[in-house]
């Protein structure tokens, strides 16, 4: 179990501190219990109350047992029992932040502020392992983090009890696990054998690889779902091989606003993805077009799906200068991942609009999670999972080298393989460099850097 301690001398601010720890770890998606020392007698309950009586007549432990909580009052009758016998009765969690408890044998942060009258603690206790305070302080042998900077103190513990691998992870783009996602908007569900054009999974760690593979996308969420709860305490970049976001002005049209998830969500709330792959993503699409007037931008190639709203054939058929929306976005008319294609394009080879219908919910619902943060549409500091638009088709020449009969399976796997050893040299920062508009549009991440990622894999 990880424990690490809070401490100082009275009125240095560690009740506070504790307080702004647990919401922030909390917040990243990690378990905290706490455990706070008292140099006086403790008693919750009352005189002439059930449980007192209980006590009174020589019960050992009383539980008071509610319908949101319970407490476990115990009658020790004797020594003060140690933290080690504390922490022995607690639940299993991530982490516990002990408050108090000075001389005992972990590691320690101790909070110093002049106000409490008291000299620094560290210089005599080798258990502490850094001072927060808002004084400068002269030169010492620890760490001097800012008090009032919470984001870094909770940085600092993480990573000293291993639930991160350094405390400036996120600034150098460091990350313990690669997932690459090849997704499909396949309307019924892929063979049982596997095969082109389904659901593939990559995964890279550095103690090994794997590929996993998925017949529905509610099967894929799941076990999207369970290996990032199984990968907790460790820093996961998990890409998506579909645009996250729309050329600029679209969100805005359909939903009064350009934040991209706002437009998750809009997408979420109407689309119906059945667990075995039947959904309405091409009447979405329909609806959607009937939003603009004159027609909208979204089109198939296949004859038999078209329908009112929903044309067939773009040539001739779909106005972008009169919708006043491009055709492609920035990162497409850039040309750096290859030869683009429409978003707003439903079927046919390569299209792309159809798996961005229904994999856009799966983004918006993981969004909702405290830890995690979607690239460039969000800061990526401080979240222990990072969601991007990947674009697998970069290591084409990789993927033909490997030999393996199923593309998409090759390329999930050494995609992730190459995102990881950069990511380990400190190389992905320059893939994060990217242009203000994609923070509205979306971005690839490795677009312009295939002579980064193949090298990478050598």
């Not at 908007?185 to 103690?207: C, D, Y």
């Not at 690889?209 to 990032?228: F, G, M, N, P, Q």
Request: hydrophobic content about 40%.
């Amino acid at each position: 179990m990880r424990v690490y301690g809070v401490i100082g001398w009275k009125n240095s601010g560690k009740t506070s501190l504790m307080e702004r720890l647990v919401a922030e770890i909390t917040r990243r998606g990690f378990t905290v219990s706490t455990v706070k020392h008292v140099h006086h007698d403790v008693d919750l309950d009352q005189p002439g109350k059930d449980s007192h009586r209980h006590r009174a007549a020589g019960a050992s432990e009383v539980v008071l047992a509610s319908a949101h909580r319970f407490a476990l009052m115990r009658e020790h009758r004797g020594p003060e029992p140690d933290l080690a016998e504390v922490l022995s009765r607690m639940a299993p969690v991530d982490l516990i932040l002990v408050e108090g408890y000075k001389r005992d044998a972990h590691a320690k942060i101790e909070v110093f502020r002049h106000e409490a009258g008291h000299d620094l603690i560290q210089p005599g206790d080798p258990l502490v392992r850094a001072v927060a305070t808002d004084l400068v302080l002269d030169p010492l042998p620890v760490p001097v983090l800012d008090l009032n900077n919470t984001t870094q103190i909770a940085d600092f513990i993480l990573h000293e009890v291993g639930l991160l691998s350094k405390p400036d992870d996120v600034d150098r783009h460091l990350f313990d696990t690669v997932v690459v996602v090849d997704w499909s908007a396949a309307s019924s569900p892929t063979p049982k054998e596997p095969s082109p054009n389904s659901i593939w999974i990559g995964i890279a760690r550095q103690s090994g690889e794997e590929i996993l593979y998925c017949r529905t996308r509610a099967e894929a969420e799941a076990v999207l779902y369970d290996l990032l709860n199984r990968e907790k305490g460790r820093r996961v970049l998990l890409g998506f091989d579909f645009p996250m976001g729309f050329p600029a002005g679209f969100g805005k049209r359909l939903t009064g606003s350009d934040d991209a998830v706002i437009l998750w969500n809009w997408l979420n709330e109407r689309l119906d993805d059945c667990p075995d792959n039947k959904n309405n993503r091409l009447d979405l699409a329909a609806s959607i077009n009937r939003h603009f007037s004159g027609g909208g931008p979204f089109w198939v190639v296949n004859r038999g799906l078209a329908r009112a709203d929903l044309p067939f054939g773009k040539l001739g058929k779909v106005d972008f200068a009169a919708l006043q929306l491009a055709e492609f976005r920035e990162i497409e008319r850039s040309r750096l991942a290859g030869n683009p294609k429409s978003v707003w394009q439903l079927t046919g080879p390569g299209s792309v609009g159809s798996q961005t219908l229904t994999g856009l919910p799966v983004i918006a619902r993981l969004a909702r999670r405290p830890e995690v943060a979607v690239w460039p549409f969000q800061p990526v500091a401080h979240h222990s999972i990072v969601v991007a638009e990947v674009y697998p088709s970069l290591l084409a020449n990789a993927v033909e080298q490997f030999g393996d009969q199923i593309k998409d399976r090759a390329q999930v796997l050494l995609l992730a393989r190459a995102l990881l050893r950069l990511s380990r040299t400190g190389g992905l920062t320059p893939l994060f460099d990217v242009p203000a508009m994609a923070s509205i549009e979306g971005w690839i991440l490795g677009a312009g850097h295939r002579d980064t990622l193949e090298n990478a894999l050598i």
